[in-house]
C-alpha cells in the first residue's frame, strides 16, 4: 500500500503488522458465500480427530463464551455448562459479521483483549494491558475520539489524492496526445523528405538527359561534317579516276589528230585537277570528354534537407 521498504524483525514474517482493515475484507467476502459457511468443521471434533477429515462433521452453531464453531452434538454439553449456560448462537452470516467485529478490534499482541486506545507515540491501537505494561507513559486517547480526530486529516488528504489523480489523469491525457501529434508530424515530414527527393531524383535525372542531349548533338554535328568531306574526297577521286582513263584509252587508242585536238584540252583539265587543293577540305571529330562528378563528394552534399531534433528539458 505505502510501497515503502522495511526490514522484517527478528520475529521473521509473524513480526509484520497485522492489517485488520484488509482481514476483515476478507472475511467479509467468506461471508458473503455461504459455501464457505457450509464448509465449516467443528473445530472440537477437528482437535479430536486423527487427521481423517471426512468423518468430522460440520459446524452448525458458534459458542460466543467459548469462541469456538461447534456441531450439533458439540454444542449440547454448552448448552448445559454448571456455571451457567453458555450463548452458543446457530452458526450464520450474523454470527460471522459478529465475529469478524471481534477479530478485527481484537489486539494485536493479547488476542483475548479487544482494543481501547490508541497510542500516537506508537501509531498503533493497543489493549488496556498493553498500555499498562509498554505504553504506560505515552501519549494515548481512546479509539473513538481519536478515529473523529483523524477523520478531517484523511478526508482531506483524499480530496489531494483526489486532485492529484485529476491533474496526472489530464496529463497522461495530454501526453498521449502530444505522441499522437508528434507521430503525425513525423508523418507529414517523411511525405516532405520522400517529395524534396523525388525532386532532387527529377534534377538528376534532367541533367543526365542534357548530357546525354549534348552528347548526341555533338555526335550528329561531327557525323555530318565527315559526311561532307567524304563527298568532297569522292567526288574528286571520280573525276581523277575518269580523266586517267579517258587520256590512257586516248594515248593507246587515239590517232595523232585525236591526241592534238584533245592535248590542250585535257592538260588544262590535268591541271585544274592539280590545282584542287582536297587539304582545304578537313575533317576532325571534336575532342570530347566527360569529368564526372565526385560522387565521394555529393554523398556528403546535404541534397534533400536536414532533420533537427530537440529534446525538451524537464522543468524541476
Known amino acids: 500500500m505505502c510501497r515503502k521498504e522495511f526490514e522484517i524483525s527478528s520475529n521473521g514474517l509473524e513480526g509484520l503488522q497485522h492489517h485488520f482493515f484488509v482481514q476483515r475484507l476478507v472475511d467479509v467476502r467468506k461471508v458473503e458465500s455461504s459455501a464457505e459457511i457450509d464448509e465449516v468443521l467443528c473445530e472440537v471434533c477437528v482437535e479430536d480427530s486423527d487427521g481423517g477429515s471426512h468423518k468430522i462433521p460440520t459446524a452448525t452453531t458458534y459458542c460466543v463464551d467459548c469462541n469456538q464453531k461447534l456441531c450439533d452434538q ?7 455448562w454448571k456455571g451457567g449456560a453458555h450463548q452458543v448462537k446457530p452458526l450464520g452470516a450474523e454470527v460471522e ?9 481484537s489486539c494485536d499482541k493479547h488476542k483475548d483483549k479487544q482494543v481501547e486506545l490508541y497510542c500516537h507515540d506508537c501509531k498503533e491501537n493497543i489493549c488496556l494491558m498493553c498500555f499498562t505494561v509498554e505504553h504506560r507513559y505515552h501519549k494515548s486517547g481512546e479509539i473513538p475520539e481519536m478515529a473523529d480526530n483523524f477523520r478531517p486529516r484523511m478526508y482531506n488528504d483524499g480530496e489531494k ?7 496526472v489523469r489530464a496529463q497522461s491525457e495530454q501526453k498521449k496526445q502530444d505522441a499522437v501529434d508528434f507521430r503525425s508530424k513525423v508523418e507529414d515530414m517523411k511525405r516532405k523528405v520522400i517529395s524534396i527527393g523525388d525532386e532532387v531524383k527529377r534534377a538528376v535525372d534532367s541533367q543526365i538527359n542534357d548530357l546525354l542531349m549534348q ?4 555526335t550528329s554535328e561531327s557525323a555530318k561534317q565527315a559526311e561532307n568531306v567524304h563527298e568532297a574526297y569522292q567526288l574528286a577521286l571520280v573525276s581523277m579516276q575518269s580523266f586517267h582513263a579517258y587520256s590512257r584509252e586516248l594515248l ?5 589528230s585525236d591526241i592534238t ?3 590542250c584540252e585535257l592538260h588544262d583539265r590535268a591541271t585544274e585537277l592539280l590545282d ?4 582545304t577540305v578537313k575533317y576532325r571529330p571534336p575532342h570530347v570528354t566527360f569529368t564526372p562528378a565526385d560522387v565521394t563528394q555529393i554523398k556528403h552534399l546535404n541534397l534533400i ?3 533537427t531534433v530537440a529534446c525538451e528539458i524537464q522543468s524541476g
Open 261 to 263: 585536238r584533245a592535248a
Open 97 to 105: 459479521q459478529e465475529l469478524i467485529q471481534l477479530r478485527a478490534s
Open 305 to 307: 534537407g536536414k532533420v
Open 276 to 279: 584542287s587543293d582536297l587539304t
Open 161 to 167: 489524492i483526489q486532485s492529484a489523480i485529476d491533474t
Open 74 to 80: 458439540c454444542s449440547k454439553p454448552h448448552r448445559r
Open 252 to 256: 593507246d587508242k587515239g590517232r595523232p
Open 215 to 218: 552528347l548526341e548533338s555533338v
